[in-house]
C-alpha cells in the first residue's frame, strides 16, 4: 500500500525469473501457448512508448488476447497471482503511458482488431479496441460515414489507445476529442467482471457517466475491450487555406480574429519558422514556399462544401490579411490541400533529422498562443536547444517539440529541463498540461499541481473503488516516483 495514496502497490515478482509457474500456467490455459509471449528478447519490444525521457521496466510476460473472455481470463489470472497489468495498444503514446512495468503483464490489444458494425440507421460502429484508426476511418467512409478523431500517428495508432488517452487530433477544433464520440463501451474490470458502459442512443442520462470516466483513465481503471462510436456524415470535400506571416504574434492574432468572427474551421494548424525550415528541408517539397521561411504559417481548412467552404476561408483569409499576413492563398483543389496537411503531418519527421525530438503537449486559452511560443523562445534561448512550436491552433493545443541529442547528458539534462519549463509556462497562461496526449509516466507532478490536493483525493478514490488491488498500470498517472517534472 502507497502511504500517501492508499492505492495498493502489488509487490511484483523477479523479473531475471519470468513469470510464477502458476501464473504461467493460467495465461497458456486462459489464451493458448501462441498468446502468451516470455521470450526476454521478444517482450523488450513491448516495454516503451514514443516519449524518450519516461521510465520503463521489463514485464515478465506480454500477452495477446484475441476477445473479451480472454482479456476477462488473464485479468482474473493476474488478480490471483497478484501481478499487477499495463494494457497497451500500439505503442505510439508519448507519455509512456504504456509503458512496462517490472515484473507485470502487459495485455497487448492488437489481435482485438475487428469492426464488429457499421449500423448507417444509428450512425454509429461497434469496434474492438485493436482496430488501427485510419482503418476504422477508411472503413466508415466507405459507408459515406466519418469517424472524426485524427491524431497525427492515425496511419498506426489504435482506437483502444485513443480512448484510453482521450486523443485529439486535427479536427478539435470543430469536432472536439475522442470522448465526444463516444457512445458506450465494454470494459474488463479488477474484478475480471465485463462491465458495459453508455448506450446506442444518441442521447441517454442513466447514471453516472461511466464511459466518460474511462476514457482518458491510461488503463489504470478498467481494459476497454469494445466500444460503441458515434459517427457523422461524410464531410464535402475540402477547401484549404495557407497564410505566412512575418511574426509569430500576427498569426496568432489571426487565429483570435477567425474565432471572433465566429468562424469554425474543420482545422486550423500553425508551424514556427524552426517547423517550416525542416519540413523543406526533410521533404524537398516547396509547398511551403521555398525561400527564407516566414516566422509562421496557418493552414486552415472548412468542410462546409462547396461555395459555403470556400467562403469560410476566404473570410479566415481576410481575417489572416488584416492581420498582417504577408501572404495567404485558398484553394479547392484537392491535391493541393493534401499536400499542404502532408507538410504539417511531416513536422516531427522533419525534426527527427536534426536530433532526438521530444514533443510537449500543452493546450492555452487561444488568445495566449502567442505568449507561449514567445517562452518557447526564450526557455530554447536559455537551455540553448532548439525547439520547434507546430500544433492546432484553433483550440490552443500547441505541440513545442525539443530537439536534442541523446547521447549528450547535458543535452538530456537541458530538454528535461525544457519539457517542465514549457508546461510551468503553459500553465501560467490559464492553460492544461495537457491538451490531448495524458499523464502518463511523466507528468504526474504537473497533474497534482494541476487538479489539486482534493482533485488528487477524488481521483485516488475512484482509482481505489474500481481498482482497489492496484493491478491495473501501476506508475501510470498515480505514481509518487521519480518521472520527470516536479
Ligand atoms: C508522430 C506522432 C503523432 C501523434 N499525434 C497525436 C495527435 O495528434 N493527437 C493525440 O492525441 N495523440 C497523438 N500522438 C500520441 C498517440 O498516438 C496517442 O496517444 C494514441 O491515442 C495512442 O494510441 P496507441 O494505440 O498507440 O496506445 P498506446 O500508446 O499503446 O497506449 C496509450 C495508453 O492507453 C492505454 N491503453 C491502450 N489500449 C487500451 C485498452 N484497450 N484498454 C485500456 N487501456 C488501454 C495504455 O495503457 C496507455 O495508458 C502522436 C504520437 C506520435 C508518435
Redesign the pocket.
Known amino acids: 500500500m502507497d502511504a500517501a495514496s492508499g492505492i495498493a502497490v502489488l509487490p511484483v515478482p523477479d523479473v531475471g525469473t519470468g513469470p510464477p509457474p502458476a501464473l504461467l500456467a493460467a495465461l497458456r490455459s486462459a489464451i493458448g501457448d501462441e498468446g502468451v509471449v516470455v521470450d526476454p528478447s521478444v517482450t523488450a519490444s513491448y516495454s516503451r512508448?514514443?516519449m524518450p525521457l519516461a521510465p520503463s521496466g521489463s514485464p515478465v510476460a506480454v500477452v495477446f488476447p484475441t476477445d473479451t473472455a480472454q482479456v476477462a481470463a488473464v485479468v482474473r489470472a493476474c488478480a490471483s497471482a497478484g501481478v499487477p497489468l499495463?494494457?497497451?495498444?500500439?505503442?505510439?503514446?508519448?507519455?509512456g503511458?504504456?509503458n512496462a512495468v517490472d515484473g507485470a503483464v502487459t495485455?497487448?490489444?492488437?489481435k482485438?482488431n475487428r469492426i464488429l458494425e457499421i449500423d448507417e440507421g444509428n450512425r454509429l460502429a461497434v469496434v474492438q479496441?485493436?482496430v488501427?484508426?485510419l482503418d476504422f476511418r477508411t472503413a466508415v467512409e466507405s459507408r459515406g460515414l466519418f469517424y472524426a478523431?485524427?491524431?497525427?500517428?492515425?496511419d498506426?495508432?489504435?482506437?483502444?489507445?485513443?480512448?484510453?488517452?482521450?486523443?485529439?487530433?486535427?479536427c478539435c477544433v470543430k469536432y472536439g476529442?475522442?470522448t465526444d464520440a463516444v457512445l458506450g463501451l465494454e470494459?474488463v474490470l479488477a474484478s475480471g467482471e465485463v462491465l458495459r458502459t453508455g448506450r446506442r442512443t444518441v442521447k441517454g442520462v442513466a447514471g453516472y457517466d461511466l464511459s466518460r470516466l474511462?476514457v482518458g483513465?491510461?488503463?489504470?481503471l478498467?481494459?476497454?475491450?469494445e466500444a460503441t462510436l458515434a459517427l457523422r456524415p461524410k464531410p464535402a470535400a475540402p477547401c484549404t487555406l495557407v497564410a505566412a506571416f512575418a511574426t509569430t504574434e500576427a498569426a496568432c492574432e489571426a487565429v483570435s480574429g477567425a474565432i471572433r468572427a465566429g468562424l469554425v474551421p474543420s482545422l486550423l494548424e500553425i508551424m514556427d519558422a524552426t517547423c517550416i525550415r525542416a519540413v523543406q528541408a526533410h521533404t524537398g517539397s516547396s509547398i511551403l514556399g521555398d525561400g527564407d521561411a516566414p516566422a509562421a504559417i496557418l493552414i486552415g481548412q472548412s468542410d462546409a462544401g462547396g461555395a459555403a467552404g470556400l467562403r469560410e476561408m476566404e473570410l479566415l483569409e481576410r481575417v489572416c490579411t488584416s492581420a498582417g499576413a504577408v501572404f495567404a492563398y485558398v484553394t479547392e483543389d484537392l491535391a493541393e490541400g493534401r499536400l499542404l496537411l502532408q507538410a504539417r503531418r511531416a513536422v516531427?519527421?522533419s525534426l527527427q533529422v536534426l536530433g532526438t525530438w521530444l514533443?510537449d503537449?500543452v493546450c492555452v486559452p487561444r488568445t495566449e498562443i502567442a505568449q507561449l511560443i514567445s517562452a518557447c523562445e526564450r526557455i530554447a534561448r536559455d537551455v540553448g536547444l532548439t525547439i520547434g512550436v507546430v500544433g492546432?491552433a484553433g483550440d490552443g493545443n500547441m505541440?513545442p517539440t525539443i530537439v536534442y541529442d541523446a547521447t549528450d547528458p547535458a543535452q538530456l539534462a537541458a530538454a528535461h529541463d525544457a519539457f517542465g519549463r514549457i508546461l510551468d509556462a503553459g500553465r501560467a497562461l490559464g492553460g492544461t498540461v495537457t491538451?490531448?496526449?495524458?499523464i502518463?509516466r511523466v507528468k504526474q507532478e504537473f497533474l497534482r499541481s494541476e487538479i489539486g490536493q482534493i482533485g488528487l483525493e477524488v481521483h485516488r478514490a475512484i482509482k481505489r473503488a474500481l481498482d482497489p488491488a492496484g493491478l491495473?498500470?501501476p506508475g501510470?498517472m498515480f505514481s509518487d516516483g521519480s518521472a520527470p517534472g516536479r
Open positions: 512508448d514514443m499495463v494494457p497497451r495498444g500500439a505503442g505510439s503514446g508519448l507519455t503511458a504504456a495485455v497487448v490489444l492488437t482485438m479496441p485493436g488501427v484508426n478523431p485524427d491524431p497525427s500517428s492515425y498506426w495508432c489504435t482506437i483502444g489507445g485513443n480512448l484510453s488517452t482521450n486523443a485529439g487530433g486535427l476529442v475522442t470494459v474511462i483513465s491510461e488503463g489504470t478498467a481494459i476497454i475491450t516531427l519527421p514533443t503537449d492546432h505541440h491538451g490531448e496526449h495524458g502518463g491495473f498500470n501510470s
